[in-house]
């Protein structure tokens, strides 16, 4: 603890004395990832035990100069082993991150035509708001840059068409799939009836079911976004990036969709993309003949 405690003087020392510009850059790029850490652990468990570290590296520093021998070895060999401490108590947040750095900015969809972007969000605002009105639940995963495979293997597979009519007939009680998550990845419903792991979010109010924690749940993990549909009261919430939005209304739901399913640009690779589908699409007929 000691050796520790020399080498933050030494460095405080050396940083007011001896400073240059490559020090002021290292200085921002640390005070950058202790901001984004800090960041990442805002409102969760893992945010107190942070702090409470940070806490006892004070301590242990202001140890070392009272000269408590006793408490500078307790909190030196806690301190030593730090990084692995680290590394388990924030494993869920540091794979977080790490997925994050790997899939940059959100997606969002792009459509071939305006009118393909307005149907699909008026199909799926109409329903949501219909289930809402009539207290039916719901639970609508849109997957966006991380792969939902793992929660689609474990629903029934449709590959449809995106459908108000049929998002309707799948949350009716008393059906088969009623029960579970529908997931959808860009314009079409993979999956129906799928199981969503639960959030373990402690400070959850107790008025939210298993459906609110599931579409919870799916959001701490992945950059999914979900929409869901109280039974009991018909309120219509959004979950995204491990965070609750209630009371939702039609011109916010209106909002989020059009954001999400937006007319593509029609640049040079997007027309070498149209392209390849129509010869694929002539290609296949030409195989069926």
Request: glycine share 10%; hydrophobic share 40%; net charge positive.
């Amino acid at each position: 603890m000691s050796q520790w405690s020399i080498n933050i003087e030494t460095f405080f020392w050396n940083l007011f004395n001896r400073i240059q510009y490559k020090d002021l850059i290292d200085i921002l790029i640390i005070a950058f990832l202790l901001y984004k850490v800090f960041q990442l652990t805002q409102q969760t468990r893992a945010g107190q035990v942070f702090k409470g570290f940070i806490l006892l590296i004070f301590i242990g520093w202001f140890s070392n100069l009272l000269g408590f021998q006793a408490l500078n070895w307790l909190i030196g060999s806690i301190i030593n082993n730090g990084a692995i401490v680290l590394l388990i108590l924030f494993q869920p947040e540091l794979r977080r991150a790490l997925e994050q750095i790997g899939r940059g900015t959100q997606k969002g969809y792009l459509t071939e035509n305006q009118d393909e972007a307005s149907r699909i969000v008026f199909e799926i605002s109409q329903c949501v708001i219909g289930l809402s009105r009539r207290r039916v639940g719901a639970l609508i995963v849109f997957e966006q840059k991380t792969g939902l495979k793992d929660f689609i293997d474990t629903g029934t597979p449709l590959d449809s068409k995106i459908s108000g009519p049929l998002l309707a007939n799948i949350f009716e009680p008393n059906t088969p799939l009623h029960d579970g998550a529908v997931i959808i990845r860009d314009e079409r419903i993979v999956a129906a009836g799928c199981v969503l792991s639960l959030s373990d979010n402690s400070s959850l109010g107790r008025e939210l079911g298993t459906r609110h924690r599931a579409g919870l749940g799916v959001t701490e993990g992945t950059d999914a976004i979900v929409l869901i549909v109280s039974e009991e009261t018909g309120i219509i919430s959004l979950a995204q990036g491990g965070r609750l939005t209630r009371h939702l209304d039609v011109d916010s739901l209106n909002r989020l969709l059009s954001g999400m399913y937006k007319q593509e640009k029609k640049t040079l690779r997007s027309l070498l993309n149209t392209g390849w589908k129509y010869i694929k699409r002539k290609g296949g007929r030409a195989d069926e003949r």
